[in-house]
Protein backbone atom coordinates (compact mmCIF):
# COMPACT_ATOMS: atom_id res chain seq x y z
CA UNK A 1 0.00 0.00 0.00
CA UNK A 2 1.58 3.31 -0.57
CA UNK A 3 1.80 5.69 1.89
CA UNK A 4 -1.09 8.15 2.40
CA UNK A 5 -0.60 11.32 3.41
CA UNK A 6 -2.90 13.16 6.76
CA UNK A 7 -4.09 15.40 4.17
CA UNK A 8 -5.09 12.56 2.01
CA UNK A 9 -6.68 11.11 5.04
CA UNK A 10 -9.99 9.75 3.84
CA UNK A 11 -12.56 7.67 6.21
CA UNK A 12 -12.43 4.92 4.25
CA UNK A 13 -8.07 4.72 3.52
CA UNK A 14 -8.59 4.86 7.54
CA UNK A 15 -11.04 1.93 7.54
CA UNK A 16 -8.22 -0.23 5.35
CA UNK A 17 -5.64 0.84 7.30
CA UNK A 18 -7.10 -1.18 10.41
CA UNK A 19 -5.84 -4.39 8.12
CA UNK A 20 -1.97 -3.25 8.29
CA UNK A 21 -0.04 -5.63 10.86
CA UNK A 22 0.80 -2.73 13.08
CA UNK A 23 -2.17 -0.57 12.08
CA UNK A 24 -1.93 1.68 15.72
CA UNK A 25 1.07 2.41 14.36
CA UNK A 26 0.74 3.50 11.13
CA UNK A 27 -3.03 5.44 12.04
CA UNK A 28 -1.63 7.53 14.33
CA UNK A 29 1.74 8.41 11.97
CA UNK A 30 -0.49 9.01 9.77
CA UNK A 31 -2.58 11.39 12.15
CA UNK A 32 0.23 13.02 13.06
CA UNK A 33 -0.72 12.60 16.80
CA UNK A 34 3.02 13.82 17.55
CA UNK A 35 1.49 17.53 16.76
CA UNK A 36 -0.80 17.46 19.13
CA UNK A 37 -0.30 18.52 23.34
CA UNK A 38 0.54 15.41 25.12
CA UNK A 39 -3.13 14.75 26.80
CA UNK A 40 -4.38 14.96 23.41
CA UNK A 41 -2.07 12.91 21.50
CA UNK A 42 -2.66 10.41 24.78
CA UNK A 43 -6.37 10.63 24.35
CA UNK A 44 -6.32 10.21 19.76
CA UNK A 45 -4.01 6.90 20.66
CA UNK A 46 -7.11 5.73 22.81
CA UNK A 47 -9.53 6.39 20.35
CA UNK A 48 -7.22 4.48 17.39
CA UNK A 49 -7.18 1.66 19.60
CA UNK A 50 -10.44 1.50 19.90
CA UNK A 51 -11.37 2.34 16.22
CA UNK A 52 -8.61 -0.69 15.50
CA UNK A 53 -10.89 -3.03 17.40
CA UNK A 54 -14.22 -1.79 16.50
CA UNK A 55 -13.84 0.45 14.02
CA UNK A 56 -16.74 1.14 10.82
CA UNK A 57 -17.05 4.63 8.60
CA UNK A 58 -18.40 6.57 11.05
CA UNK A 59 -15.99 5.90 13.58
CA UNK A 60 -12.78 6.53 11.13
CA UNK A 61 -14.77 10.20 9.94
CA UNK A 62 -15.13 11.32 13.55
CA UNK A 63 -11.86 10.46 14.55
CA UNK A 64 -10.18 11.99 11.44
CA UNK A 65 -12.51 15.11 12.54
CA UNK A 66 -11.17 15.19 16.32
CA UNK A 67 -7.27 14.73 15.04
CA UNK A 68 -7.61 17.70 13.18
CA UNK A 69 -9.21 19.64 15.60
CA UNK A 70 -6.44 18.80 18.53
CA UNK A 71 -3.54 19.44 15.96
CA UNK A 72 -5.00 22.98 15.35
CA UNK A 73 -5.69 23.85 18.53
CA UNK A 74 -2.74 22.86 19.90
CA UNK A 75 -0.74 24.74 16.80
CA UNK A 76 -3.12 27.88 17.96
CA UNK A 77 -2.49 27.44 21.54
CA UNK A 78 1.61 27.24 20.56
CA UNK A 79 1.49 30.72 18.04
CA UNK A 80 -0.30 32.10 21.28
CA UNK A 81 2.42 31.44 23.66
CA UNK A 82 4.98 32.57 21.50
CA UNK A 83 3.44 36.06 21.44
CA UNK A 84 2.85 36.33 24.65
CA UNK A 85 6.59 35.10 25.29
CA UNK A 86 7.76 37.51 22.69
CA UNK A 87 5.61 40.35 24.43
CA UNK A 88 6.77 39.90 27.79
CA UNK A 89 10.50 40.15 26.63
CA UNK A 90 9.60 43.27 25.18
CA UNK A 91 8.02 44.64 28.38
CA UNK A 92 11.44 43.46 30.01
CA UNK A 93 13.63 45.71 27.66
Do not use: C, W, Y
Not at 12 to 19: E, G, I, T, W
Not at 57 to 81: D, F, P
Amino acid sequence: MNPVEASDLTPAALVSLRNEPDAMRVITDRLKVREMGPADHIRTKHEVKTFVKTGDLTAAEALLKRAQARRELNHSQNIAMRRTQQHGQRMGE
